[in-house]
């Protein structure tokens, strides 16, 4: 146990999954959006201890910050209390030790924690973090066509320009998402409603 | 230390778990929604932690250090993922809420009672 990072990754984790199962376990739904809070925040500082800094600082914002504010503004829409009822399931339990047993039967092969030698780390990642990638050889005498100056963060240069398409396409679906939101949440025009009023009359 | 090392492989699939759990034992519709970002959360872990690395430092190319950098692209997928995951949940709640004001409840199976008996009296008249 000399890794720091090893061990740090453990107790997060381990405190991530008690505050994880506080916020289902209980009944009052403005304490489970507070205890997803805290379990967001925790998992930014465990991304951050696993060197992803880009996915820990959107973490914080998004899955901490706006997450929270979305499901703070519904709860004022929908009540704070969740109804009483039976914590047992045993259907909803025999789901989840067997989807959960196989999960952890695939997951027997793969490879540990750092491993320098896993497909992941040694096939493409070296390649995308030199930064060669599109790089179009030219021949000997014909000018380098590359990006020009890289950016030393290889996350940002991945997610703007190897994948620009796709970070492009992912402000699509935020501007859909916020349309749907709109449109469900706006209230009915005069005319709609009367509409509706009539319907209901002839039915 | 082997236990330590397959630790993260163990810990996504219970958080995960945790989430679908709640997605089938809670009637809550908010609770749903709650359950379901978790279970997001657990495989946004097995990402990130696939793209650990023995000594490597976050990938932020330094000049002149001769450093191991982790993977960034699970990175980037999962800065995706966050994105949409936020994008659904939006969604979700603002249908709970139009949920909320046409029955009045957000709880499942009061929804499916109130659904129930409308049908029935949908075919007395």
């Known amino acids: 146990m000399s890794d720091p990072v090893l061990l740090i990754n453990v107790i997060l984790l381990v405190i991530a999954v008690v505050t994880a199962i506080a916020a289902m376990w209980t009944r009052d739904l403005l304490g489970a959006v507070m205890l997803m809070g805290i379990y967001s925040l925790l998992l930014a500082i465990e991304w951050a201890n696993l060197f992803a800094m880009d996915v820990s600082y959107t973490e914080a914002a998004v899955g901490a910050g706006a997450a929270t504010i979305l499901l703070l503004t519904a709860l004022t829409r929908t009540g704070i209390r969740e109804k009483a009822g039976p914590n047992f399931h045993p259907t909803a339990l025999l789901t989840v030790l067997v989807t959960g047993g196989l999960l952890i039967y695939g997951t027997a092969d793969m490879p540990r924690f750092g491993d320098p030698q896993a497909p992941a780390t040694v096939n493409v990642a070296p390649e995308y973090i030199a930064q060669n990638v599109g790089k179009v050889d030219a021949g000997d005498d014909g000018p380098e066509n590359d990006f020009g100056d890289h950016v030393p963060n290889t996350v940002t240069a991945v997610l703007a320009s190897y994948r620009g398409y796709d970070t492009m396409f992912e402000t699509a679906v935020i501007f859909t998402a916020g349309v749907c939101v709109i449109l469900i949440l706006r209230p009915l025009s005069p005319s709609a409603r009367r509409e509706t009023a009539q319907n209901q009359e002839d039915a | ?125």
């Open chain 2, 1 to 125: 230390m082997s236990l330590f090392a397959t630790f993260n492989s163990i810990a996504f699939v219970v958080i995960m778990m945790i989430g679908l759990y709640t997605l089938i034992a809670r009637q809550n519709l908010v609770k749903k929604t709650l359950g379901l970002g978790l279970f997001q959360t657990g495989i946004f872990l097995m990402y990130i932690t696939l793209g650990v690395r023995d000594g490597g430092s976050a990938p932020i190319l330094q000049e002149g250090a001769d450093l191991a950098y982790s993977n960034p692209l699970p990175h980037v997928l999962i800065l995706t993922a966050i994105v949409v995951s936020l994008s659904t949940m939006a969604v979700a709640l603002a249908l709970i809420i139009g949920v909320r004001e046409e029955y009045g409840t957000i709880e499942a199976d009061e929804i499916a009672t109130i659904d129930r008996a409308e049908a029935e009296e949908g075919h007395e008249a």
